[in-house]
T-cell receptor, first 110, second 114 residues
Framework: NAGVTQTPKFQVLKTGQSMTLQCAQD?????MYWYRQDPGMGLRLIYY???????DKGEVPNGYNVSRLNKREFSLRLESAAPSQTSVYFC?????????FGSGTRLTVV | AQSVTQPDIHITVSEGASLELRCNYS??????LFWYVQSPGQGLQLLLK??????LVQGIKGFEAEFKRSQSSFNLRKPSVHWSDAAEYFC????????????FGRGTQLTVWP
């Protein structure tokens, strides 16, 4: 089925560990996004990529890095996880047909 | 700058009652506006969107929203709420012209009493 696929769905990290959240879309969309969702805060943009080969910071980029590997894939990396990065992470893409969100990654940093 | 405000953090209604969730935005031009719903532990589902044209927009699950430029509002309504409507609702804005990033409100949690 066409859409945005995120992996993993759940992850527990210890403080200081690193990990990469993967996102892939098969709708040939140019733009891709990483959001984080925290209670009472809505969704806040971490990073986005308007097209293959470009990335830009959003509202809350500190502690994260991204890679737009190709048109399909946009990964989010936590180099040294902190408890403040405990959150639900959503990947999204946009094209002529609108926005599509992934199902989310629930990350807990202990 | 642009922003979205959802003034109500939590709303409780009885099943069968009418519902209105408020959304106000701040933006210098006419934005694209969206309402999303999120059930516990789930992703975001698009209820409806406004790009241009008719200011009353119909969505899925019996929801509608009205864009009021003079009030910078895009309130979500449903005539009769069902228990399955209990969820969190997010209003979001795109700056328009071409689809780009979304700016989200903080959400309104809806509880439905039987």
């Amino acid at each position: 089925n066409a859409g945005v696929t995120q992996t993993p769905k759940f992850q527990v990290l210890k403080t200081g560990q690193s990990m990469t959240l993967q996102c892939a879309q098969d709708m040939n969309h140019n733009s891709m996004y990483w959001y984080r969702q925290d209670p009472g805060m809505g969704l806040r943009l971490i990073y986005y990529s308007a097209s293959e080969g470009t990335t830009d910071k959003g509202e809350v980029p500190n502690g994260y890095n991204v890679s737009r590997l190709n048109k399909r894939e946009f990964s989010l990396r936590l180099e040294s996880a902190a408890p403040s990065q405990t959150s639900v992470y959503f990947c999204a893409s946009t094209g002529w047909d609108g926005y599509t969100f992934g199902s989310g990654t629930r990350l807990t940093v202990v | 700058a642009q922003s979205v405000t959802q003034p109500d953090i939590h709303i409780t209604v009885s099943e069968g009652a009418s519902l209105e969730l408020r959304c106000n935005y701040s933006y210098g031009a006419t934005p694209y506006l969206f309402w999303y719903v999120q059930s516990p532990g789930q992703g975001l589902q698009l209820l409806l969107k406004y790009f241009s044209g008719d200011t009353l927009v119909q969505g899925i699950k019996g929801f509608e929203a009205e864009f009021k430029r003079s009030q910078s509002s895009f309130n979500l309504r449903k005539p009769s709420v069902h228990w399955s409507d209990a969820a969190e609702y997010f209003c979001a804005l795109d700056r328009g012209s071409t689809l780009g990033r979304l700016y989200f409100g903080r959400g309104t949690q809806l509880t439905v009493w039987p």
